[in-house]
């Protein structure tokens, strides 16, 4: 049967409005996700009624002290005039708009493993947010650290970009909680130990030792956490509480605030599920 070139005209004109459609990402998932990922921590000044994702949180570092950035929708103070295809660059390759590499205090080393799926939602919710005009805070590094073209060095040594690959002989679940630890969780940033580059110790992978800040981590693999029950696990990394009565140290009370406590409870199994079957390794030397 002949088509009209009406007909021709109209169907094409919804395909292509479906297909734009699907590629829009779902805000209220990607509202989960922002949690899952702890994005609030980094991007708040950590002050009484500081705007959430508006910048100005301080991450001091043997390199220099960095600051969050604006990642309000304000087109000039945040990320308004970004693309969609901005956002999933900075988190996939490290690189800004112009070009220009990113410092690794931004943990995309981690976030390059999101899911293309994952990242248009995350984009989806950060253009919901009220836009913030507050600046940027230029970072404050020693030298010769502050020099971003040197970053290209850095990531020929210790980046690899690329989404996450789940493991085909781990379990469902297993390969959840590997996703939420290795990409959107980024536990490795903090509790993998460092060379003095600042390159992570790819075989020393959440064995803990020296955070970003200088303070002690605690090492995430069965030599320690065999110590604790599965129930006590998810009891710290909801509440905050350890099994004798402890509260966790500042900066780890406030993942649990701001991410291990919101996940899901299938989430939240999975990821203690995945950190049982890390090899064990040894404390990391003081």
Request: proline share 9%; net charge positive; aromatic share 10%.
């Given at each position: 049967?002949?088509?009209?070139?009406?007909?021709?005209?109209?169907?094409?004109?919804?395909?292509?409005?479906?297909?734009?459609?699907?590629?829009?990402?779902?805000?209220?998932?990607?509202?989960?996700?922002?949690?899952?990922?702890?994005?609030?921590?980094?991007?708040?000044?950590?002050?009484?009624?500081?705007?959430?994702?508006?910048?100005?949180?301080?991450?001091?570092?043997?390199?220099?002290?960095?600051?969050?950035?604006?990642?309000?929708?304000?087109?000039?103070?945040?990320?308004?005039?970004?693309?969609?295809?901005?956002?999933?660059?900075?988190?996939r390759e490290g690189n800004g708009p112009d070009g220009?590499?990113?410092?690794?205090?931004?943990?995309?080393?981690?976030?390059?493993?999101?899911?293309?799926?994952?990242?248009?939602?995350?984009?989806?919710?950060?253009?919901?947010l009220p836009p913030s005009q507050r600046p940027t805070?230029?970072?404050?590094?020693?030298?010769?650290?502050?020099?971003?073209?040197?970053?290209?060095?850095?990531?020929?040594?210790?980046?690899?970009?690329?989404?996450?690959?789940?493991?085909?002989?781990?379990?469902?679940?297993?390969?959840?909680?590997?996703?939420?630890?290795?990409?959107?969780?980024?536990?490795?940033?903090?509790?993998?130990?460092?060379?003095?580059?600042?390159?992570?110790?790819?075989?020393?992978?959440?064995?803990?030792?020296?955070?970003?800040?200088?303070?002690?981590?605690?090492?995430?693999?069965?030599?320690?956490?065999?110590?604790?029950?599965?129930?006590?696990?998810?009891?710290?990394?909801?509440?905050?509480?350890?099994?004798?009565?402890?509260?966790?140290?500042?900066?780890?009370?406030?993942?649990?605030?701001?991410?291990?406590?919101?996940?899901?409870?299938?989430?939240?199994?999975?990821?203690?599920?995945?950190?049982?079957?890390?090899?064990?390794?040894?404390?990391?030397?003081?």
């Open positions: 049967m002949r088509r009209t070139l009406m007909e021709v005209v109209v169907a094409l004109a919804l395909l292509a409005t479906s297909g734009s459609a699907s590629a829009q990402g779902d805000a209220k998932r990607g509202e989960y996700l922002v949690g899952a990922g702890g994005c609030v921590g980094c991007h708040t000044e950590n002050k009484k009624d500081a705007v959430p994702f508006a910048g100005g949180r301080e991450l001091k570092t043997p390199f220099g002290t960095f600051y969050g950035p604006n990642i309000t929708p304000h087109p000039q103070a945040g990320i308004g005039r970004w693309t969609e295809g901005d956002f999933v660059r900075a988190m220009a590499h990113y410092f690794p205090a931004f943990p995309y080393p981690s976030f390059t493993k999101i899911t293309d799926a994952d990242l248009r939602d995350l984009f989806a919710y950060l253009r919901t805070q230029p970072h404050d590094l020693k030298f010769p650290f502050g020099f971003r073209f040197s970053l290209a060095g850095w990531k020929w040594l210790f980046f690899t970009p690329g989404a996450f690959v789940p493991d085909p002989k781990a379990s469902p679940q297993v390969n959840r909680g590997a996703y939420l630890v290795q990409a959107l969780g980024h536990c490795g940033e903090c509790h993998t130990p460092r060379n003095v580059l600042g390159g992570p110790k790819r075989d020393r992978f959440l064995a803990g030792g020296k955070g970003p800040e200088g303070k002690n981590v605690p090492n995430l693999t069965p030599t320690r956490l065999k110590k604790l029950s599965d129930g006590e696990l998810k009891d710290f990394l909801t509440t905050g509480l350890t099994p004798d009565g402890d509260v966790a140290a500042e900066a780890m009370g406030e993942v649990v605030t701001n991410t291990t406590s919101k996940l899901t409870p299938e989430d939240l199994a999975a990821l203690i599920a995945y950190l049982r079957t890390l090899p064990p390794l040894p404390e990391e030397p003081k």
